[in-house]
């Protein structure tokens, strides 16, 4: 199905494209309204549903109960700190075969793949050794 092109649409993809950092629809929200001042969070929120369910970006669910959105379709993991909440791309030789494995192991089909690594970003590993040794 065709979808009317919209420039709000537009924007907000647009902005997603030039991050990195998986921002949630409210972080989305401030930064398109500097461009576009009436656009209303609703209209983020659609967009983006629209977006994801057109497979134009891809939706994560991080475990801290908001959504986060990323620009990069392409098949890649995420890694995500425990302590501060950061998501960031990891791009592993190792995706073909996981995917090859589990297809082998599952009767079925399998549609796409969601990998997600849980730990602390380099800099929380840093702030935590720091306070270990009391230079915090």
Excluded at 19 to 35: G, I, S
Excluded at 49 to 75: K, M, N, P, W, Y
């Amino acid at each position: 199905m065709a979808v009317k092109y919209s420039r709000q649409r537009q924007l907000i993809h647009s902005f997603l494209m030039t991050r990195k950092d998986h921002p949630t629809a409210d972080v989305v929200y401030q930064n398109v309204r500097q461009e576009y001042p009436n656009i209303s969070l609703g209209t983020v929120y659609r967009n983006l549903t629209l977006l994801a369910d057109r497979g134009e970006i891809q939706r994560l669910q991080v475990g801290d109960g908001v959504d986060h959105f990323d620009a990069d379709t392409s098949r890649h993991c995420h890694f995500i700190c425990s302590d501060c909440g950061c998501v960031t791309d990891l791009q592993l030789d190792c995706m073909d075969d996981m995917l090859a494995e589990a297809q082998k192991t599952f009767h079925g089909r399998i549609d796409r793949q969601s990998t997600c690594f849980y730990g602390l970003c380099g800099d929380c590993l840093n702030k935590f050794a720091d306070t270990l040794t009391g230079n915090a």
